[in-house]
């Protein structure tokens, strides 16, 4: 089996799905086409991972139907934002090799930017349709992405949703005992920051959680000086993955509410990498009104969602934080690449070889 990865540039979603199938599908050959930096120079590592990295360059339509010619792929999986690869990749090569959309993130839900360092396409929203409706297989990170989907579009045959699982690679073996509640439990935030009024700017949630007395560390992806002003939180250092997975089994809970005003519909459907940090390394989870992440916490009672931030020292002081550590200690595993990954190698031996669908006439 060999698929050929499409993306601007890679993101650590595409990171994690080469680490899971090298252990779980090692027959599974990959290659990637891509137009800004590799794996090791975002991450540090993963190019390796890799048969083959192809620069898309300034003719990428070309480029691809040259990059097919000497791959010889069984299916490209290409992921948004923005849509253009998918699209791009149905008009040069759709014809004869099936092609897998991957929706992180939906255009239409957001009233933001996506922040990814290259120009937004004229018409996002004719391309979100056309890579939609004119893929082989749709995989996305929720059932609720799935439904906001089948909503708007015809969906293809195939669709899969797949959340941003947490390498089990990664993850500490054991868990630490757990620590005595001589006072109130400590709450981390690690990840994205931003002061631009979309969700990651969390200025004004971090702010509310201090003026309650409740305690928060920061974690940063990348330096925000911003928030080193806000009165009793504690911004950290940035730290590698393995480093990081190996200090937040030091806190009570991991903090997953993000800032509503302009992207409500997007954190809607949105289960962040952080949900499944957070898990794997024993935590559970607060989040505000988000509705994937609020159904994945009730449904697997790891975590606690909140109607407002200002109800937090309330609910922390009510939690049976004992209980919460149990479930989410039994049921960490199962939030991984390794334990999941195995329904993508199986979506590629269903796509590949399927006769591409007729192109929609569009008028």
């Known amino acids: 089996m060999r698929v050929l990865f499409v993306q601007q540039q890679p ?32 991450y540090g590592a993963g190019d390796e991972l890799f048969e083959a990295w192809w620069p898309l360059g300034d003719d990428p339509a070309t480029a691809l139907a040259e990059i097919v010619d000497a791959f010889v792929p069984d299916v490209i999986h290409s992921h948004n934002l923005p849509d253009a690869l998918t699209v ?12 897998i959309h991957d929706v992180h993130d939906m255009q239409s839900l957001r009233r933001t930017p996506y922040e990814d360092g290259f120009p937004e396409p004229a018409d996002p929203l004719a391309l979100e349709r056309r890579a939609v409706e004119e893929s082989a297989a749709i995989v996305t990170v929720s059932p609720e992405l799935v439904d906001e989907l089948a909503a708007r579009y015809r969906l293809p045959r195939h669709v899969r949703a797949y959340a941003n699982y947490v390498l089990g690679r990664d993850l500490p073996g054991e868990l630490p005992p757990p620590r005595a509640l001589d006072g109130p ?13 979309g969700h990651y ?57 993000f800032n509503a005003e302009l992207n409500a519909a997007h954190l809607d459907t949105a289960l962040p990498n952080k949900l499944y940090d957070y898990l794997g390394c024993g935590l559970a989870v607060i989040t505000l009104r988000h509705r ?36 989410v200690a039994e049921a960490r595993r199962r939030f991984t690449v390794e334990a999941q990954i195995g329904c993508i190698a199986a979506l590629y031996r269903e796509v590949a070889g399927s006769v591409p669908a007729a192109p929609l006439v569009r008028g």
């Not at 000086?225 to 030091?250: C, N, S, T």
Request: proline share 5%; glycine share 8%.
């Open 185 to 197: 439990p400590r709450l981390v935030y690690q990840g994205t920051l931003s002061t631009n009024g």
């Open 11 to 42: 993101c650590v979603r595409a990171l994690k799905y080469a680490e899971g199938l090298a252990v779980r599908a090692p027959e599974v050959t990959l290659a990637f086409a891509y137009r800004g930096r590799t794996l090791s120079e975002l």
């Open 88 to 99: 791009l990749a149905i008009d040069a090569v759709g014809d004869r090799v099936p092609v």
């Open 201 to 257: 700017d969390l200025r004004e949630l971090f702010a509310a959680i201090a003026a309650q007395g409740v305690a928060l560390d920061v974690y940063p992806a990348r330096e925000v000086p911003e928030y080193r002003r806000i009165p009793g939180i504690r911004v950290l250092e940035r730290l590698p993955v393995r480093e990081l997975l190996r200090r937040l089994p030091g806190y009570d809970f991991g903090w997953a509410g």
């Open 292 to 327: 994937a992440l609020r159904r994945t916490l009730r449904e697997e009672g790891v975590g606690i969602a909140l109607d407002r931030v200002e109800d937090l020292a309330a609910a922390l002081a009510a939690a049976d934080v004992d209980a919460l550590r149990r479930r």
